[in-house]
């Protein structure tokens, strides 16, 4: 069973950058679309971006287009989420997931219920 491994949050002030990294074990993440998903204090994890496996098609919330890039580099098994000109509401734990049905289409690379393995989450703090 695949295990998504996140890394790269800290502690940054607002307008700068950060990059997040998303490996695995016990599988190539490379066979597998890949969800990046967040969780501040007090709300429900919602939806960042997310990309086939592929990386022909690219999703990405209202609220980070623009700001954020997700990519990939399936010869290291990576996902990366490029996240520029932070802002103090970007701040929470961040996560990469994937599907146990390895792909997903449309609408499903969204949608939180279509991801089954779920990493430990990263910390990303902006301060104002």
């Known amino acids: 069973q695949i295990q998504p491994v996140e890394s790269g949050g800290g502690l940054v002030q607002a307008g700068d950058s950060l990059r997040l990294s998303c490996t695995a074990s016990?599988?190539?993440?490379?066979?597998?679309?890949v969800g990046w998903f967040r969780q501040a204090p007090g709300k429900e994890r919602e939806f960042v971006a997310s990309?086939?496996?592929?990386?022909?098609?690219?999703y990405y919330a209202d609220s980070v287009k623009g700001r954020f890039t997700i990519s990939r580099d399936n010869a290291k098994n990576t996902v990366y989420l490029q996240m520029n000109s932070l802002k103090p509401e970007d701040t929470a734990v961040y996560y990469c997931?994937?599907?146990?049905?390895?792909?997903?289409?449309?609408?499903?690379?969204?949608?939180?219920?279509?991801?089954?393995?779920w990493g430990q989450g990263t910390q990303v703090t902006v301060s104002s």
């Open positions: 990309l086939t496996w592929s990386a022909y098609y690219k």
């Open positions: 997931a994937a599907p146990r049905a390895f792909g997903c289409s449309g609408n499903d690379c969204t949608d939180r219920a279509s991801y089954d393995y």
């Open positions: 016990g599988g190539r993440l490379s066979s597998y679309a």
